[in-house]
C-alpha cells in the first residue's frame, strides 16, 4: 500500500507482558515519529527517527518504552513490563525530509493497545 | 513551545462554509500552523499548512492573520463525511502539538 502501515491493530496485554508495536513507513521517507493518544485526547509526541537514528526521545514517558529503527525503515516500538495507564493509541507518521522540514507527516490508523 | 487554542465543539449545515477559528497567540516567527483532522478510529489526516500566507488547495482554505497569532480552517461546502476532529497544530522543531482539537459535527 502507499501509506504507513501498523500493525497489529489491536492488541490485548496483561499488565507486565512486553509488547512490540510496528511501523511500516511509506517507502523512502526520511522521518518517522510515534505518538501516543490517549482516549479523548490528541495524540502526543513519543519520539522521532532520521532515517536510522533516533534524534529525539523526550517524550517517551518511561526507561519502559525503547523504540527502533535499525535499518531506516521499519521501526518497532516496543513496552516493557506493562501497566494499565499504557493503554492507549499508539501512531506511527512518517515525512519525506529531515530534520525541521516542513513537509507534512502522514499517519498510520494506529494500534489500540489494551492492558489488562 | 507554542501551543494552540480551539474550541472543543462546533455544528455546521451540510453544504455551508465550515469556519473552524484556532489561536496561537505565542507562535514563533518561524513556526508553521499545521491542521489535521481524525475520524474515528483512523488515524490524523494531513489538510492543510502554512507560514504566513493564506492557502488553499483541494480541501481547504487556511487564513492566517497578519500578525499570525490566529488562523481559520475554512472547509467551503462542508458534507456529512467532514465530521470529525480538526486539530491546529504548531510545529516546533520536529515536534507536533496536538491539543484537543474541535469536534465538527456536520448537520443534515
Known amino acids: 500500500g502507499a501509506g504507513v502501515s501498523q500493525s497489529p491493530r489491536y492488541k490485548v496485554a496483561k499488565r507486565g507482558q512486553d509488547v512490540a508495536l510496528r511501523c511500516d513507513p511509506i517507502?523512502?521517507?526520511?522521518?518517522l515519529f510515534w505518538y501516543q493518544q490517549a482516549l479523548g485526547q490528541g495524540p502526543e509526541f513519543l519520539t522521532y527517527?532520521?532515517?536510522?537514528?533516533?534524534?529525539?526521545k523526550s517524550g517517551l514517558p518511561s526507561d519502559r518504552f525503547f523504540a527502533e529503527r535499525p535499518e531506516g525503515s521499519v521501526s518497532t516500538l516496543k513496552i516493557q513490563r506493562t501497566q494499565q495507564e499504557d493503554s492507549a493509541v499508539y501512531l506511527c507518521?512518517?515525512?519525506?525530509?529531515?530534520?525541521?522540514?516542513?513537509?507534512?507527516?502522514?499517519f498510520g490508523d494506529g494500534t489500540r493497545l489494551s492492558i489488562l | 513551545d507554542a501551543k494552540t487554542t480551539q474550541p472543543p465543539s462546533m455544528d455546521c449545515a451540510e453544504g455551508r462554509a465550515a469556519n473552524l477559528p484556532c489561536n496561537h497567540s505565542?507562535?514563533?516567527?518561524?513556526?508553521?500552523v499545521y491542521w489535521y483532522r481524525q475520524i474515528h478510529s483512523q488515524g490524523p489526516q494531513y489538510i492543510i499548512h502554512?507560514?504566513?500566507n493564506n492557502e488553499t488547495n483541494e480541501m481547504a482554505s487556511l487564513i492566517i492573520t497578519e500578525d499570525r497569532k490566529s488562523s481559520t480552517l475554512i472547509l467551503p461546502h462542508a458534507t456529512l463525511r467532514d465530521t470529525a476532529v480538526y486539530y491546529c497544530?504548531?510545529?516546533?522543531?520536529?515536534?507536533?502539538?496536538f491539543g484537543t482539537g474541535t469536534s465538527l459535527t456536520v448537520i443534515p
Open positions: 507518521a512518517s515525512s519525506s525530509s529531515g530534520y525541521g522540514s516542513r513537509q507534512p507527516q502522514h
Open positions: 517507502s523512502g521517507h526520511v522521518s
Open positions: 527517527f532520521q532515517n536510522e537514528a533516533q534524534l529525539d
Open positions: 505565542t507562535i514563533s516567527g518561524n513556526e508553521y
Open positions: 502554512g507560514l504566513k
Open positions: 497544530i504548531v510545529q516546533t522543531g520536529n515536534q507536533f502539538y
